[in-house]
């Protein structure tokens, strides 16, 4: 290149911010730990830190020890299973908000955005009317959401346009439509009991969720998650906007549709197993980008972490104030409004 | 010779306006080329179809001797730099990281950037002067240094011809100059250069050949200083009384609007 035939080596000062971001990452992954330990302990039934760990090893490495049948029970039959939920739906909101907002290039869209989450709830809806249950509810719920994204999707190439703002519009529309059928569905259900449980999925819980729920979706979590991280780089140049990235020789329908596949995938296997949870896949991050800035890169992994750091907060909050449990949006929602004021009022001068 | 376009027709739906009419342009190394005409005439549109951002309804461009119908974007990305004009992103990457994004005709989907990759854009960054807004935000330099970060992203990716949609809009005077400078300099080291203006003046600045479009989508070229006349600027800009007057002081000619 004419304008670069100097053959020197230029120190490049990005190792400095990379450093920072590795740190944070490491930071979080121990605060995650710590809180796992916590949620171990916390809840009506009280373990100590040490015993829980002793549980987790004995179990894990089948050692066995010292502590009580119940201690076991409660810890490896009741939380582990709802802690490795809850971390690995918070991760999986979180990072799903991080690529929906570079794709559609808007701070502002969440998952529940293309109709994924209404969608999903619409199939688990109308598994439970059948009277179905366990696996066959989830892999209803997967289906709807798969349903909603590729009518989404379907819009824009319908009416032959490929901008960003027909899809952000089919998302509106099918995102009406889908509350409406929900709607619908609520209103035939029985409201003795399918309409409770249709209500109690769509606000999110992770009181019933098994082993072998979250065995039935974990792939098709961290497959899109690796998928995502691997073409992050070019997330940042989709998020530039149609026709620079196309300039720059991105080949945007192909980039676009992965990352639209790979989120939605991800959205939908959360909603599998805890129904919908909203707020996190918009706050998350937001926060995570004030942290290490809009590099999806870096951004990625730390948006992850926190959104798993959080949720697994959440949930151990829910099953330890009151007394009934709470479903787990109540509290998303809560904390999650408040808090993006807050970031929202940080950063009224970049936004506007 | 690096963009040969022919015959090109355009028109944004079936029975609308035709924007261009068989429009045909070629341009060589070391080639500047300033298109001229009215707003909304179509000049954007026709760097578009050049970048390969649209397609004509009809009309052939080639690329260093290919047809871009058979080329993929990141071939054309590796011979063509698109400056848009200036404009917000949603993120406020920093100037470094969007530079780099330059370098994406030669990253393949699922790799990131490489070490090469990071000295090439800190190299662009101390050729252009920003190498200390490396760190800052792209949203929070000002107007002269977003275009100049632009500059640098168009060189990072290594074209061999650069085109600008209206360089010297939203700057003022110190800036307009310093991009005429930058994009002669970047003409004498060898890149094929068009750029669109509404002064005609930075046509007569930069010399090399001169495009000019009118309403009808008649395209008309020819070397700055031949094709540059009363006339000519008359008829675009709509019988203005424009004046073409030799100035001794800056040794050429300049253009001046006649009095209100």
């Known amino acids: 290149m004419r304008i670069l035939d100097t053959n020197s080596k230029k120190k490049v000062n990005t190792a400095r911010s990379n450093f920072y971001a590795l740190g944070l990452d490491f930071l979080l992954l121990v605060i995650l730990a710590l809180c796992i330990i916590m949620a171990l302990c916390a809840g009506k039934y009280q373990v100590t830190p040490k015993e829980s760990l002793e549980v987790l090893f004995g179990e894990l490495l089948g050692k066995g020890g010292t502590y009580s049948e119940m201690t076991k029970n409660v810890v490896m039959g009741l939380r582990v299973p709802r802690i490795f939920a809850s971390v690995l739906c918070g991760v999986t909101l979180a990072m799903s908000g991080v690529a929906y907002q570079s794709i559609f290039k808007n701070p502002l869209i969440s998952p529940d955005f293309l109709g994924v989450s209404s969608g999903a709830c619409i199939g688990a809806a109308v598994a439970i009317l059948m009277g179905l249950s366990g696996l066959y509810l989830s892999a209803f719920a997967f289906i709807g959401g798969i349903v909603a994204v590729l009518t989404t999707i379907m819009i824009p190439t319908i009416m032959r346009s490929d901008s960003n703002i027909m899809l952000v519009l089919s998302g509106v529309i099918v995102g009406g439509a889908m509350s409406s059928i929900l709607g619908f569905i609520k209103y035939v259900a029985d409201p003795e009991t399918e309409l409770a449980a249709i209500t109690y999925w769509t606000m999110g819980s992770f009181s019933y969720v098994t082993l072998d729920e979250i065995g039935s979706v974990i792939w098709t979590m961290i497959i899109p998650m690796v998928v995502l991280f691997a073409m992050s780089w070019w997330l940042d140049i989709l998020s530039m906007g149609e026709s620079e990235a196309r300039s720059l020789g991105a080949n945007i329908k192909v980039i676009r549709n992965i990352a639209i596949a790979c989120a939605t995938l991800m959205t939908a296997s959360s909603v599998c197993i805890s129904g919908t949870i909203g707020w996190i896949g918009l706050v998350i991050p937001h926060f995570a980008r004030m942290l290490v800035g809009p590099n999806n890169t870096k951004l990625i992994p730390a948006a992850g972490l926190i959104g798993g750091i959080f949720l697994l907060l959440v949930d151990t909050l829910t099953r330890s104030i009151g007394v009934a449990e709470m479903p787990v949006s109540i509290l998303t929602g809560l904390i999650g409004a408040p808090f993006y004021a807050l970031l929202l009022y940080r950063q009224r001068k970049t936004l506007s | ?260």
Not at chain 2, 13 to 23: A, S
């Open chain 2, 1 to 260: 010779m690096i963009i040969e376009a022919e015959k090109l027709n355009f028109s944004y739906t079936k029975n609308g306006r035709q924007i261009l009419r068989d429009v045909s342009l070629t341009l060589q190394e070391g080639e500047i080329m300033s298109i001229l005409g009215p707003n909304g005439a179509g000049k954007s549109t026709l760097l578009n179809l050049l970048a390969v951002l649209n397609q004509p309804n009809s009309g052939t461009i080639k690329l260093c001797g290919k047809d871009t119908k058979k080329m993929k974007p990141r071939e054309v990305a590796s011979i063509i730099s698109y400056v848009p004009q200036n404009h917000t992103p949603a993120f406020s990457y920093t100037v470094f990281d969007f530079v780099l994004m330059g370098r994406a005709p030669k990253i393949g989907m699922f790799e990131k950037p490489s070490s090469t990759d990071f000295e090439i854009v800190q190299q662009v960054l101390e050729d252009i002067g920003i190498a200390d807004l490396a760190d800052k935000a792209y949203t929070e330099i000002s107007g002269g240094e977003r275009q100049q970060a632009t500059i640098a992203r168009a060189l990072a990716q290594e074209p061999k011809a650069i085109l600008f949609d209206e360089p010297t809009a939203h700057l003022d005077y110190g800036n307009q100059l310093k991009t005429l400078r930058v994009i002669r300099s970047l003409s004498e080291k060898g890149y094929a250069v068009i750029i669109t203006t509404h002064n005609p003046d930075h046509a007569i600045m930069l010399g090399g050949t001169t495009g000019v479009l009118d309403r009808n989508g008649h395209f008309e070229t020819g070397l700055s200083n031949e094709i540059i006349t009363e006339e000519m600027l008359n008829n675009v800009y709509g019988r203005t009384n424009l004046k073409l007057t030799y100035m001794e002081d800056v040794d050429r000619y300049i253009c001046v609007p006649p009095n209100l």
